[in-house]
């Protein structure tokens, strides 16, 4: 144990227990000896508290709320967007780029901090931080709360488990937020002083694996509920979002999940197989999942039982200013919050919609057709090309009506042409029904089409804005919009549920359940279809290892559907190269639905193993060494 002194430097957002007066009586950046900080667990607490506010909101930390959208399922064409870089092959770019939520500074930071990997060493400004500087203050941060767990000489027992259980999940959390976008990365155990000395491990199943050891420890340290205990009862009523038993299981079986990924698996070598997976680590992941499930069984979680209780996960009559917080949903585990709601409601809601609508000047990112298209299916629970082939029946898929018999989950979260957007008597006539037609019998675009602040590819998004008295409400200036505050939901009970189904039909095939819980991936998939009123998988796609695998992803990519996953997801997977996943594409039609074309927007440069991981900035790499750059940076 070292005796640090540190400066504190006190946020308190959303997962705030009590005030700032309450944890720590000093002025902020005051400087104090750590046994004055671990004395108590209101002051212990307290520290742990900035931890919490290093988790980034992908939604509010770039440009707008949709600048988190990086893979094939949104396109924009500002060229300071990160997703725009992202499509050129400029993935170097969140270098020097502010406008992205991976960015190493942060422009609204009052300390000193160029994100280094020696940014470790130092105590920082106040401000919330983006991805990189966020990842490593968290980091160093968890380090000193274990470094000094002798000095918490004034805490129960179970005080102290907590405080711990907490620092050990976040420096995990930190360390796989990093991991996900530039792969491989040291297991940070230490506060270091002076001279830094880390090696990169050799592998990303290495540094998974090191990492698992915090996410055991939390696990063993945490509660499964803080209303349940005794510190828990100062705060009753505000525990919600705080970290339990059953995030740091979650989190724990996806650490394990994306090292059996095929990318990670053949660890950037050649011959990469989409389908193959370290089956080890997914059993692993298989056992991690299973146990947040049981909770589900013991009531501590629930999953929205159909589409009109998924309002209360994605967004509800603003009772609560934050989704997934009124009593009745249970399905959020962990989140990030965005802060003020004044302040980053504009970002968070009113840019996915056109400018008459959204009355804001930022550009929209538009839903992609061929993300559409490849993953939202039909109702008879197929993929249109599957659908299409007629190997599964007579086909339900009209291309000159593409609109009809899709899954409920497209209309329920996706604005195509015509949709009703609200009648109130004050809505513009233009704007009371979706016009994303790209011509008319003039030749001109719809109202809502082809221009810098509408669609570019005849889709908007439908799934984050409220529907109250029959409007859609996403206007800045709306007093219903303002009521919301920005969030990322990191992990969600249907999160763990696909998770669990990919990592076990890996291990153990699709009909098989493990030892650990009762369901198999294929039950687990139709629970998804029972849900959503569309038919099960087929039992010949269910018998097809390979396509089952295929169905896992789509079903994730329909769930999941903007929340995220995406990038991260077809990177791992090893197929963001492919055509089907780099290809942008619109679909263009008349105004009387005469004809429907699908058009490409952009040709992705994405080449295998460059444009899966993100570089690491020189100095990172030039500095310590044996740390090298990511591969073709």
Not at 173 to 181: A, D, L, T, V, Y
Not at 298 to 316: C, H, I, P, R, T
Request: some cysteine; aromatic content about 14%.
């Amino acid at each position: 144990m070292k005796n640090f002194k540190i400066k504190i430097v006190l946020f308190l957002g959303l997962f705030s227990m009590v005030s700032c007066e309450d944890y720590l009586d000093i002025a902020p950046e005051a400087e104090i000896e750590a046994a004055d900080v671990f004395g108590t667990f209101e002051t212990s607490q307290g520290f742990v508290e900035e931890m919490y506010n290093f988790v980034v909101d992908y939604g509010t930390n770039g440009w707008s709320f949709q600048d988190y959208i990086l893979g094939d399922d949104g396109y924009n064409t500002q060229s300071f967007k990160y997703s725009t870089q992202i499509d050129r092959g400029e993935l170097n770019r969140w270098i020097g780029g502010s406008l992205n939520y991976l960015h190493q500074n942060n422009r609204f930071q009052t300390g000193a901090n160029n994100g280094t990997l020696g940014s470790t060493n130092e105590e920082q400004g106040r401000g919330r931080p983006k991805m990189w500087n966020a990842s490593m203050r968290g980091i160093r941060k968890a380090n000193v709360v274990i470094a000094n767990e002798d000095l918490m000489v004034g805490l129960t027992q179970d005080e102290k488990n907590v405080i711990l259980g907490q620092a050990y999940f976040f420096r995990a959390f930190f360390h796989n937020e990093i991991m996900k976008f530039w792969g491989r990365f040291p297991h940070i155990q230490e506060v270091f002083v002076g001279t830094i000395d880390v090696q990169r491990p050799e592998t990303y199943k290495e540094a998974a694996l090191s990492i698992n050891e915090d996410y055991k420890k939390a696990i063993e340290l945490l509660p499964v509920n803080w209303d349940n205990e005794a510190y828990g009862q100062r705060t009753l009523g505000n525990n919600a979002g705080r970290l339990t038993k059953g995030a740091a299981y979650a989190f724990q079986g996806k650490n394990l999940l994306f090292a059996a990924s095929p990318l990670m698996y053949f660890n950037n070598q050649p011959g990469i197989d989409t389908y193959t997976y370290d089956t080890q680590l997914a059993a692993m992941a298989v056992d991690a999942f299973a146990e947040v499930l049981k909770l589900e069984q013991s009531g501590e979680y629930s999953l929205a039982q159909n589409m009109d209780d998924y309002k209360k996960v994605l967004w509800e009559t603003p009772t609560n200013t934050w989704p997934g917080l009124v009593p009745e949903a249970k399905e959020l585990i962990f989140a990030g919050s965005a802060g003020s709601h004044v302040g980053s409601t504009l970002s968070f809601m009113a840019t996915g919609m056109p400018r008459p609508i959204a009355s804001t000047g930022t550009q929209c990112t538009s839903a992609t057709h061929n993300y559409i298209h490849n993953n939202f299916g039909m109702a008879n629970g197929l993929s249109i090309e599957d659908d299409l082939s007629g190997a599964y029946g007579t086909p339900t898929y009209n291309p000159n009506r593409p609109f009809d018999n899709r899954d409920p989950r497209f209309y329920a979260w996706i604005f195509v042409d015509r949709d009703v957007l609200g009648t109130r008597a004050g809505i513009p006539a233009v704007n009371r029904t979706m016009k994303l037609y790209s011509t008319d019998a003039n030749g001109n675009s719809g109202a809502h089409r082809d221009r810098n602040n509408y669609s570019w590819t005849g889709y908007m998004f439908k799934k984050f804005y409220p529907e109250i008295d029959g409007q859609y409400h996403s206007q800045s200036g709306n007093n219903i919009i303002r009521r919301f505050t920005g969030m990322r939901m990191h992990m969600r009970l249907t999160d763990v549920y696909l998770m669990y189904a990919e990592a076990l039909h890996v291990a153990n095939g699709a009909t098989t359940a493990p030892s650990s819980f009762s369901m198999t991936a294929e039950q687990v998939i139709n629970k998804f279809r029972d849900r959503a009123g569309i038919s099960h998988v087929h039992p010949s796609i269910v018998s097809d290892s390979n396509k089952f695998l295929d169905e896992i992803r789509r079903e994730r990519a329909v769930e999941l559907s903007y929340e995220g996953h995406r990038w991260v997801d077809i990177r791992r997977w090893g197929v963001a190269h492919e055509d089907k996943y780099r290809i942008k594409t619109k679909l263009n039609f008349d105004q009387n639905w005469t004809f429907f074309e699908e058009a490409e927007l952009v040709d992705r440069v994405c080449e295998y193993p460059k444009h899966y991981w993100m570089p690491f900035e020189a100095n990172q790499t030039q500095f310590y060494q044996g740390f090298p750059q990511n591969p073709g940076w």
